[in-house]
């Protein structure tokens, strides 16, 4: 069931999905970074944090920060579900102007995301590219830039990059047919909200690997199919919604 998103009259907003599995050495400096960034930038903010099947100590750390700060709620899974999936079901339960999905991976200090919140509302879309390439492995780098690049090319598109921070309209969100529940949907975001008509703005963003450790997930053989099939979806769909425009011209 989609939550009811409250009336924007009030001003601007924010509900901050946080989708975590097994990030206990993160965890913590992401809510920590998201309450630090949303309180200099809104009066008004909820956190929705999906544990999504974590076998760690990922549920006690928001539990306890659950028990001192009424922003924050948690959604679980018996389960993982995946990083797309996981997203999806926070932002259903959104309830606040813009919608922003933040790493629980604690990619993003409190100053990259006190700058990248207080773009919202200076476009109908908020789109962060990564400033610091080099803070990434040189494959990782390689991947990501063969990734845009296709992606740009395929979908006539010129974006810096497409798997960064990014604050869509909750209204938006809600009502948009979005399919991919893998680790593609950043990019499906970007793709069908653009191609739509909606403005958007590009903000650099400052990228730190994993501070509390862990491993990367997107590069799991699982994930790297589901990025394939997304871009495939979105392609055929890109193509048909061509076709029924082309189509409709020819009925003015």
């Not at 809104?42 to 922003?71: H, P, W």
């Not at 797309?84 to 959104?94: L, V």
């Not at 948009?176 to 739509?196: P, R, V």
């Amino acid at each position: 069931m989609q939550a009811q998103v409250e009336d924007t009259e009030r001003g601007h907003s924010l509900s901050v999905v946080i989708p975590a599995l097994n990030e206990d050495g993160n965890i913590q400096g992401s809510i920590d970074s998201v309450i630090s960034a949303a309180d200099r930038n809104f009066d008004d903010y909820e956190i929705i944090i999906v544990n999504d099947g974590s076998t760690d100590r990922t549920l006690a750390i928001i539990q306890a920060n659950m028990a001192k700060n009424r922003r924050i709620r948690v959604i679980s899974h018996e389960r993982p579900w995946g990083f797309g999936a996981s997203y999806h079901d926070g932002r259903r339960h959104a309830t606040k102007t813009y919608t922003v999905m933040v790493h629980g991976d604690n990619a993003f200090d409190n100053n990259t995301l006190n700058n990248f919140f207080s773009n919202a509302g200076k476009a109908d879309v908020i789109c962060g590219y990564i400033a610091n390439p080099a803070a990434r492995s040189w494959m990782r780098r390689v991947i990501s830039f063969a990734y845009t690049t296709a992606i740009n090319l395929l979908f006539s598109m010129h974006l810096k990059y497409f798997n960064g921070l990014q604050i869509h309209r909750t209204e938006w969100l809600q009502r948009t047919n979005l399919s991919s529940d893998g680790f593609g949907f950043q990019a499906e975001l970007l793709i069908k909200a653009i191609n739509e008509g909606y403005s958007y703005l590009q903000v650099p963003t400052i990228h730190t690997e994993r501070p509390g450790g862990g491993e990367t997930k997107i590069f799991k053989m699982k994930n790297i199919r589901s990025v394939v099939f997304c871009v495939a979806r979105l392609f055929m769909w890109n193509i048909k919604r061509a076709l029924s425009v082309k189509k409709e011209s020819k009925h003015v």
